[in-house]
């Protein structure tokens, strides 16, 4: 037995799903619902995703926006890669969207001005650089570098960064908070 109806099912036109009933190709019902809030969207990827199909464009479109391949931007989309703080700077302005739900612990680390945290932190700590540098594990250049702004720290240094200071009981939030009230 044959069917008289097909259906399809869109989830990229113009900020709604929408499901079409054919019959002899000719739309019989076309239903729409309106896109959800992106209040669910817990992940970098899920956020971008609402909001590329909710602007209704496709990866292709926005990848060249913003001058990446359109494949890392699926890889960020589904949470499979972090997304460069670059990168997360120009989907933002492309997309009119906020920044800091793009950006992950690292990329959200570079982003706040963490020269000044971790200047602050070895004064208040009474450290020399060359001290500071030896507690994370890195040379003491590469410390100088991060402190005068001219080398922003690696993954796996940051990830070295929270280890010393968790070792030193150092509570990073009092210090970003202190620094939002000023």
Same mark, same amino acid.
């Given at each position: 037995?044959? !069917?008289?109806? !097909? +259906? ?10 929408? @499901?079409?009933? $054919? ?5 019989? %019902? ?5 896109? &959800? /809030? ?8 899920? $956020?971008? &995703?609402?909001?590329? /199909? ?30 460069? +703080? !670059? ?9 009119? %969207? =906020?920044?800091?739900?793009?950006? #992950?612990? +690292? /990329?959200?680390?570079? #982003? ?13 700590? !009474?450290?020399?650089? @060359?001290?500071?540098? *030896?507690? %994370?594990?890195?040379?003491? /250049?590469?410390?100088?570098?991060? *402190? ?10 940051? =990830? &070295? ?5 968790? &070792?030193?009981?150092?509570?990073? =939030?009092? +210090? ?5 009230? %000023?």
């Amino acid at each position: 037995m044959e !069917s008289r109806y !097909s +259906y399809r099912l869109t989830d990229s036109n113009l900020n709604h799903t929408g @499901i079409y009933l $054919y019959s002899k190709g000719k739309i019989m %019902i076309h239903l729409t619902f309106d896109y &959800k /809030t992106d209040e669910k969207c817990t992940t970098p990827g899920q $956020y971008l &995703k609402y909001h590329r /199909t909710f602007q209704g464009l496709s990866t292709r479109e926005l990848a060249e926006k913003v001058g990446i391949v359109p494949a890392t931007l699926v890889l960020y989309e589904n949470d499979r890669h972090p997304i460069k +703080y !670059s990168t997360a700077v120009a989907l933002a302005n492309v997309l009119g %969207i =906020d920044r800091n739900r793009l950006l #992950d612990e +690292y /990329t959200a680390f570079v #982003d706040y001005p963490y020269f000044s945290l971790l200047k602050k932190v070895r004064q208040d700590l !009474s450290l020399t650089q @060359i001290q500071m540098a *030896e507690l %994370i594990g890195i040379g003491q /250049t590469s410390y100088s570098g991060w *402190e005068r702004e001219i080398r922003v720290p690696r993954r796996k240094e940051y =990830d &070295k960064i929270l280890a010393a200071l968790k &070792k030193l009981r150092v509570n990073v =939030d009092t +210090y970003l908070c202190q620094s939002a009230s %000023i």
